[in-house]
């Protein structure tokens, strides 16, 4: 069954995996030039059309970014990944040396990505003897029983999983969280150099429109998360999610999937033992103090500790949202003075003191509210509440942004204060998936 972002109609195009255009693929490793053919698959999402190069698939693959503790074969035998292999840019397999376990039993050997059982054939796998050392073929959808299993050019039947099942969210969302993981720590002045082209107040427009889809895609991710695993349970995985940056997502949610918000709030796990569940995916390079994980997990164990029922009294915040959700005027939004008639200051501290319980507080607080609580909110009130989340207090954020902001002079001292608006506004400019300053509705989604 198809994600409901991606259930409408597909497409299969095959192109050059470094021509993509303005869809380039995204990674974080640096790759050496491919030779390889690429399949894109295009989706219908939200926002219409988007495309998404086997690229993404293989990211995932390579991170194992997805709930590998249900990862099952087409005879439903268990597979263990002790090793994903090693990421081949080059012709042949798209994954060398993997080391998996199928029921148990160690294959080593290579891995396949595709996004159907079909592209084996297709591609012409089937008669190479380059694929002969395949041991797994790692699909996106689940083969329908009338496709044949896949065969190498020895004859050898291929055990496959599919991916589509275990994922945290839509390949849409995968994709476009990845160009921002790779856009905040790069040089923003090329967004800014264009937008010093208009005046001020269409510069704060366009940043107020990348603002408001960034906010869009977040809550239809939220409410695809309640409607899967129920509020609580989104709640706990959103927040873990948030406090691990978009360098430690992965793993955190790991912990999410393994423990529930009841396992972390009874004190028996420490944070040294939810590491290890995270295992060598933790990235820790260049990693400040203040944002090591380790740190991040006891600080989420000191407050579920105090306040186990934290996702109840976030639903209760509900009642103290704003009736009135005003669209933005383009002279004074942003402004203090509409951050007063909203009463961000008054909601922001019953968030920390009734639903943190004080256990987090400053610019975390502020990235987990407008991260995670702010869009859970509104996914079961309508999606209402952009306002209120614009005009938050800004949590942490890149050097590069404020700096953006700076130079495009949107900030005013003692009349347009820093806000999680303006920030989401500069990131959402950076990211190749925007909708474009014209707000036209194709676009690649990003999260």
Known sequence: MLCPVECVERKRLVVGAMSLGSRRPITLLPMPQSTHLQSVEEFHGPYGPYQVSELVLQKIWLEQAFDVSRLRDQSARSIEVEHPGTWNRLEGPDFKGAVIRIDGVEFRGDVEVHFSQADWKAHGHDSDPAYDGVVLHVLYYTPSERVTTARTASGAELASVALLPLLWYSLEEYAGEDSLIASTGVDLRPEVDKLLNFSLAERKRRLIAHAEHRWTMKVHYAAQRIERLGWARACHQSALEVMGFARNRVPMLMIAERLSLGDL????????????????????????????????????????????????????????????????????????????????????????EEVLVRKIGGPKADTLVCDALLPLLAAVEGGGAFAMWFHWNAGNAPESCAEALRLLQVLERGRTPMGNGWLQGVLGSKSPTSRGASGAARFQAHA
């Open 265 to 352: 709030a009874s004190g028996i796990h420490s944070a040294e033992e939810l590491m290890q569940i995270g295992g060598e995916r933790w990235r820790l390079s260049g990693c400040r103090p203040a944002n090591h994980p380790k740190l991040r997990l006891q600080q989420y164990l000191s407050w579920v500790a105090e306040a186990r029922d934290w996702p109840r009294r976030l639903a209760t915040m509900r009642d103290q949202l704003p009736e009135i959700k005003p669209g933005p005027r383009y002279d004074d939004w942003g402004t203090r003075t509409l951050r007063g008639e909203l009463g961000v200051s008054r909601l922001r501290k019953a968030m920390v």
